[in-house]
C-alpha cells in the first residue's frame, strides 16, 4: 500500500511542479523586467568577479542564457524557471530522504509554490534562486553523510556548495554555524569534530569564492564594507521596523502558512529534543536563520521582507510532515483542526497568487501607484524608444556628438540601459554609492549633452541636481493601466553636463 501510495502522490508531485512551469513558461515574458532584474542584467553586459550589491552568480546566469536566446525578459528569467523546477525537486528529495513518504513531498511542493514569497518571487531572476539550491542541496547532503548513507568525502561536496552558493548570496555562509550546531546537538556527530574532512570545507569554499574576494581587494572592499557596516551605520530597534517587518512577513509568507511555519519550527524542536534526528537536521537549517534575520529586521531599517527565506525551506518540509502525523494518529480534534489549517493555508495563498497574477495583467488591487512593484513592469518600452529618437533626432543630428543617459536612481538607470540594449551611454551620478560607480566616470561626461529621465518616484528636475547649461522638458509620457494614471515619465534634453550641484 505504501509503494502504491508513494507512487501516486509521486505523480501528483510532478504534475504539480509541471503546472507551476508552465505557468510560469507562459507569463514570464509577457511584461518589462523589474528594477532588480534589469539592474543584474546590467552586470551581465559587464562581466565582473563580482558586484557591489551582491556576488556574481545572478549576473553570469544571466549573460548565458541572454547570449542564447537574446536580450528579452523571458530569456533574462529562464534560469530562474529552470532554478524553481530544481527546487522542488530537491524538496521532493529531502521528503524523501528523511520520511520516505511521497505526501510529504507533495505537500511540500505545493505549499513552496503556493507560499508568495516563492511563488510569486519566482517571476523574476534574483541572486537567491540559485542560492537557494545550493542550501536544500546542501542539506540532503549533510543528512546522507551525518547518516552513513553517503561516504566521507560528501564534505568535499558540501564545502564546493558553500562556495558556489556564495557565488549566488552572502546569506547562504550560514550553513556552516547551523552545521555546527547540528553537530554539537546530537551526540552521535560529535565525532567529526575530531575528524580533518570536515575543515576542508572552509579552503574549499574559499577557493569558489575567491572570485568576490579578489574582486573586494582590487576595490578596496566595497561589498563587505556596504553589507556589514554601511547600510547599518543607523541601525537600532523601532516600532517602525517591528511593524514593518511583521507585515512583510504577513505579506511575504501569507498569514495562514506563516502560522504554521512557526508552529512546525517549534513542534520541530521538540521532537529533536527527545532525539529525533530528522526533525534537529530541518530544525539546525531553519530556526537558527529565521531568528537571525528576524533580530536583523527589527534591528536596521535597511532590510528586506524576504531575508528570512531560506530558514522557511526546511521548515516546509517539517510543517508537510507534522501535519499528516497528526492526521494519521487518529486524534478526531487536532485532525479536524489540521484539515481547517491546510484548506485554509492553501485557499490564502491560492488566492493571493491569483489575485496578483491577475493584478499583473489587469490591474484589480487599490494600492497606490507609488507603492504598487508590479508597474515597474510596464512603460519601459516605449518610454526607451522615444528616448532613442529623441537622442537621433535632438543630440545627434543637432550636434554632431553622441549624448549619454542620466537619472539620479539606479533602477531608472538600469531600466533605461536594458531598454535601450546598452546602445547609449547611461550614467547614474547620485550622492549613493551602486554598482554604476564602478562604471560611471563623470568626467568622461563633461561636456556632452543628455536626456534626463524623471517619474513619479524619482522626480527632481534636472537643474535641481545637475550643472547644464540649459534644461528642456520635451515630453511627458503616461503610462495607463486599468484606465488609471499608474506612473509618468518625463523626458529632459539637457545641455553641456557640468558635474553634480
Same mark, same amino acid.
Given at each position: 500500500?505504501?509503494?502504491?501510495? #508513494?507512487?501516486?502522490?509521486?505523480?501528483?508531485?510532478?504534475?504539480?511542479?509541471?503546472?507551476?512551469?508552465?505557468?510560469?513558461?507562459?507569463?514570464?515574458?509577457?511584461?518589462?523586467?523589474?528594477?532588480?532584474?534589469?539592474?543584474?542584467?546590467?552586470?551581465?553586459?559587464? &562581466? /565582473?568577479?563580482?558586484?557591489?550589491d551582491h556576488p556574481p552568480m545572478v549576473a553570469w546566469l544571466i549573460r548565458i542564457f541572454t547570449d542564447i536566446g537574446g536580450d528579452s525578459s523571458f530569456m533574462v528569467r529562464f534560469p530562474s524557471l529552470l532554478l524553481f523546477i530544481l527546487l522542488c525537486w530537491l524538496l521532493y528529495r529531502l521528503s524523501m530522504d528523511l520520511f520516505h513518504d511521497a505526501r510529504?513531498?507533495?505537500?511540500?511542493?505545493?505549499?513552496?509554490?503556493l507560499i508568495p514569497e516563492f511563488g510569486i518571487a519566482s517571476l523574476q531572476m534574483v541572486p537567491d534562486i540559485p542560492s537557494a539550491v545550493c542550501y536544500l542541496a546542501y542539506v540532503i547532503v549533510l543528512n546522507r553523510l551525518l547518516t552513513g /548513507?553517503?561516504?566521507?568525502r560528501y564534505w568535499f561536496v558540501l564545502g564546493s556548495l558553500i562556495g558556489i552558493g556564495l557565488l549566488g548570496k552572502y546569506f547562504v555562509v550560514l550553513l556552516g554555524p547551523c552545521t555546527l550546531i547540528l553537530v554539537a546537538w546530537i551526540p552521535e556527530y560529535r565525532k567529526w569534530y575530531l575528524r580533518w574532512q570536515p575543515y576542508s570545507m572552509f579552503f574549499i569554499a574559499l577557493f569558489f569564492f575567491l572570485p568576490v574576494v579578489i574582486w573586494n581587494v582590487q576595490n578596496d572592499w566595497p561589498s563587505f564594507r556596504f553589507h556589514l557596516v554601511d547600510r547599518h551605520s543607523s541601525a537600532g530597534f523601532s516600532v517602525k521596523n517591528l511593524g514593518e517587518f511583521a507585515g512583510g512577513q504577513l505579506l511575504y509568507v501569507s498569514p495562514v502558512y506563516l502560522a504554521g511555519l512557526l508552529w512546525a519550527v517549534w513542534a520541530g524542536y521538540k521532537k529533536a529534543a527527545r532525539g529525533d534526528r530528522r526533525y534537529a537536521l530541518l530544525v539546525a537549517f531553519s530556526a537558527p536563520t529565521l531568528i537571525l534575520f528576524y533580530v536583523i529586521c527589527v534591528w536596521t531599517n535597511e532590510a528586506e521582507p524576504h531575508w528570512p527565506a531560506?530558514?522557511?525551506?526546511?521548515?516546509?518540509?517539517?510543517?508537510?510532515? &507534522?501535519? &499528516?502525523?497528526?492526521?494519521?494518529?487518529?486524534?478526531?480534534?487536532?485532525?479536524?483542526?489540521?484539515?481547517?489549517?491546510?484548506?485554509?493555508?492553501?485557499?490564502?495563498?491560492?488566492?493571493?497568487?491569483?489575485?496578483?497574477?491577475?493584478?499583473?495583467?489587469?490591474?484589480? &488591487?487599490?494600492?497606490?501607484?507609488?507603492?504598487?512593484?508590479? #508597474?515597474?513592469?510596464?512603460?519601459?518600452?516605449?518610454?526607451?524608444?522615444?528616448?532613442?529618437?529623441?537622442?537621433?533626432?535632438?543630440?545627434?543630428?543637432?550636434?554632431g556628438a553622441q549624448g549619454f543617459l542620466l537619472a539620479r536612481h539606479?533602477?531608472?538607470?538600469?531600466?533605461?540601459?536594458?531598454?535601450?540594449?546598452?546602445?547609449?551611454?547611461?550614467?547614474c551620478f547620485?550622492?549613493?554609492?551602486?554598482?554604476?560607480?564602478?562604471?560611471?566616470?563623470?568626467?568622461?561626461?563633461?561636456?556632452?549633452?543628455?536626456?534626463?529621465?524623471? /517619474?513619479?518616484?524619482?522626480?527632481?528636475?534636472?537643474?535641481?541636481?545637475?550643472?547644464?547649461?540649459?534644461?528642456?522638458k520635451v515630453?511627458?509620457?503616461?503610462?495607463?493601466?486599468?484606465?488609471?494614471l499608474k506612473r509618468e515619465f518625463t523626458l529632459w534634453v539637457c545641455r553641456n553636463y557640468q558635474g553634480m550641484k
Open positions: 500500500m505504501t509503494d502504491r501510495r #508513494n507512487e501516486y502522490y509521486t505523480k501528483l508531485a510532478i504534475w504539480v511542479t509541471f503546472l507551476f512551469a508552465a505557468f510560469r513558461a507562459l507569463v514570464m515574458g509577457r511584461t518589462g523586467l523589474g528594477d532588480s532584474e534589469s539592474y543584474y542584467w546590467c552586470w551581465a553586459q559587464r &562581466l /565582473d568577479w563580482s558586484y557591489y510529504v513531498a507533495f505537500y511540500s511542493i505545493l505549499a513552496f509554490n /548513507d553517503g561516504p566521507v531560506f530558514g522557511y525551506l526546511t521548515a516546509i518540509v517539517m510543517m508537510s510532515s &507534522l501535519g &499528516l502525523e497528526i492526521l494519521e494518529k487518529g486524534l478526531v480534534r487536532h485532525a479536524r483542526r489540521a484539515k481547517i489549517f491546510y484548506w485554509s493555508a492553501t485557499a490564502v495563498a491560492g488566492l493571493t497568487f491569483a489575485l496578483f497574477y491577475v493584478h499583473v495583467f489587469h490591474p484589480i &488591487l487599490p494600492i497606490k501607484p507609488k507603492y504598487d512593484l508590479v #508597474n515597474e513592469l510596464y512603460g519601459w518600452d516605449t518610454t526607451a524608444a522615444q528616448i532613442e529618437t529623441l537622442h537621433k533626432t535632438r543630440i545627434v543630428e543637432e550636434t539606479w533602477v531608472m538607470c538600469s531600466q533605461m540601459m536594458f531598454g535601450v540594449k546598452d546602445r547609449i551611454p547611461v550614467a547620485n550622492d549613493r554609492r551602486d554598482q554604476f560607480d564602478f562604471w560611471d566616470k563623470e568626467s568622461g561626461m563633461m561636456g556632452k549633452d543628455a536626456i534626463v529621465v524623471t /517619474d513619479l518616484r524619482f522626480k527632481e528636475e534636472p537643474d535641481q541636481l545637475y550643472k547644464f547649461d540649459s534644461v528642456e515630453a511627458v509620457l503616461p503610462l495607463i493601466r486599468g484606465g488609471e
